[in-house]
């Protein structure tokens, strides 16, 4: 029992132990590293995502819109004519 506890105190201490955090390039402020440029391209990805689909969702809803306002407009001129001939 006792070698249990000295390896489970061993390894708490162990994970315990402090150790040297390195910032990134942007934190650190060296804004030619690499990363940095890694970083800016990947942030510039996901904005281009993110605006791609909601342009395609606003094109979706552009395009309902106005198949419904044709739909509508000749549904109108149908009813016009047939009273037009009666």
Not at 8 to 28: G, H, I, K, N, Q
Not at 45 to 67: E, G, K, M, N, Q
């Amino acid at each position: 029992m006792n070698t249990v506890r000295k390896i489970v105190l061993a390894a708490a201490m162990t994970a315990l132990v402090p150790s040297p955090l390195f910032a990134c390039a942007a934190c650190y402020g060296i804004s030619d590293d690499p990363l940095a440029h890694g970083i800016n391209w990947g942030i510039l990805t996901l904005l281009c995502f993110v605006v791609l689909i909601l342009s395609s969702i606003a094109t979706f809803f552009f395009i309902i819109i106005r198949r419904g306002a044709a739909a509508q407009s000749k549904q109108a001129a149908e009813e016009n004519l047939s009273e037009v001939r009666i």
